[in-house]
C-alpha cells in the first residue's frame, strides 16, 4: 500500500508517501473505511514527486469537511494545537486540562522556591503518590524541533526545586518527576538524554505511546480551535474570554453569542460541538 513518491515534511525533510500512514490519520478522526478509501483515491490522483505534506493535508481536510465536519475537526488537529497560541499560557492550561481529565489534580503557573533560586512551574500534576514538575513548550508554527538544551536547561531547574520540596513533610512517600511537553517534535539527542536522565518527553507524535496527539484522542478534551465552523478570529475572540475547550461550549449559547453568528451558523456550530463533545 505504498507508493514511491516522495513527499515534504514541514520540517524541510524528505520521506516516502505512506498510504498507511494516511489511512490511520483519517481512521483516527473517526472517518469510515468508505470514506477513508475515496479520499485516498482521490488524493493519489494529485499526487507529484517533493508535494508538501500539507497540501495533502489540506486536501484531505477538505474532503472531510464535506462529509462530516466534526470528523473533518478530528483530522485537523496538528493544525488546531499549533493556533491555541499566540502565547504559551493558553496551550499550557490546555495541558492542565487534559492531565485533570486523565485524574490527575493540576495546578498552573505556579511560582515555586527552589535550592537555588525560584522558578514558574507551568504544571504540577498529582494523582496519589506521584507528583509531576512540567515544563511546556509551545509552537505555534509546524516544523519547529525542541533542540537537546531544552530537556538541559528543564532537568536543572526540576533538581533545584526538586531538592526543596523533598524536605516537606507533607510530601513524604512522594516521587517527583519532570516532564517536558511540546506541541511540536524533539529532536533525536533530545529524547536519548530524557530516557537516560529519566526526563519524562511528550511530543506530538512522541513517545509512541502516551504522544500528545494519543493523548487528547483518548480523553476527548478538543481545544476550540479545532471546530471547523469558526474562523481565526472567532475562535482567538473565545481564547481571550477563557473560552479553551469545546467542553466549555457545550450548554452555553450565551457563550456562543459572543461571536454573532445567525441562526443557520449557530445551529451547525451547536451541532459540531455536540458531535465533538
Not at 24 to 42: F, Q, R, Y
Not at 116 to 134: F, P, T, W
Not at 170 to 177: A, C, D, I
Request: proline share 2%; hydrophobic share 35%; charged share 25%.
Amino acid at each position: 500500500m505504498s507508493s514511491t513518491i516522495s513527499v515534504r515534511k514541514s520540517s524541510g525533510e524528505n520521506q516516502e508517501f505512506s498510504e498507511e500512514k494516511l489511512y490511520s490519520s483519517l481512521k483516527n478522526s473517526g472517518a469510515s473505511d468508505e470514506m477513508i478509501h475515496n479520499i485516498i483515491n482521490e488524493i493519489k490522483k494529485n499526487l507529484f514527486e517533493g508535494i508538501p505534506t500539507k497540501n495533502i493535508y489540506r486536501k484531505a481536510f477538505q474532503l472531510l469537511r464535506a462529509k462530516v465536519k466534526s470528523t473533518a475537526s478530528r483530522y485537523s488537529l496538528k493544525q488546531a494545537i499549533l493556533e491555541i497560541g499566540p502565547t504559551g499560557y493558553p496551550f499550557e492550561k490546555y495541558i492542565g486540562a487534559l492531565l485533570g481529565r486523565m485524574g490527575y489534580h493540576t495546578l498552573t503557573g505556579q511560582i515555586i522556591q527552589g535550592q537555588c533560586v525560584s522558578h514558574e512551574i507551568d504544571v504540577i500534576a498529582g494523582r496519589e503518590n506521584q507528583i509531576n514538575l512540567i515544563e511546556c513548550k509551545y509552537h505555534n508554527t509546524a516544523g519547529k524541533i525542541c533542540s537537546v538544551q531544552i530537556p538541559l536547561y528543564i532537568q536543572s531547574r526540576f533538581l533545584d526545586v526538586k531538592a526543596v520540596l523533598e524536605k516537606k513533610s507533607e510530601n513524604s512517600g512522594k516521587n517527583f518527576q519532570g516532564w517536558v511537553v511540546t506541541n511540536t517534535r524533539f529532536s533525536e539527542d533530545a529524547a536519548d538524554y530524557g530516557k537516560c536522565i529519566g526526563l519524562h518527553l511528550v511530543g506530538w507524535d512522541y513517545p509512541r505511546r502516551g504522544s500528545l496527539k494519543e493523548l487528547i484522542e483518548t480523553t476527548g478534551l478538543y481545544p476550540v480551535t479545532v471546530i471547523s465552523g469558526l474562523n481565526k478570529k472567532q475562535k482567538q475572540l473565545l481564547i481571550d474570554n477563557d473560552f479553551l475547550l469545546c467542553s466549555d461550549l457545550k450548554n452555553n449559547e450565551k457563550v456562543i453569542d459572543l461571536l454573532n453568528l445567525n441562526h443557520r451558523q449557530k445551529a451547525s456550530l451547536l451541532n459540531e460541538i455536540k458531535e465533538l463533545s
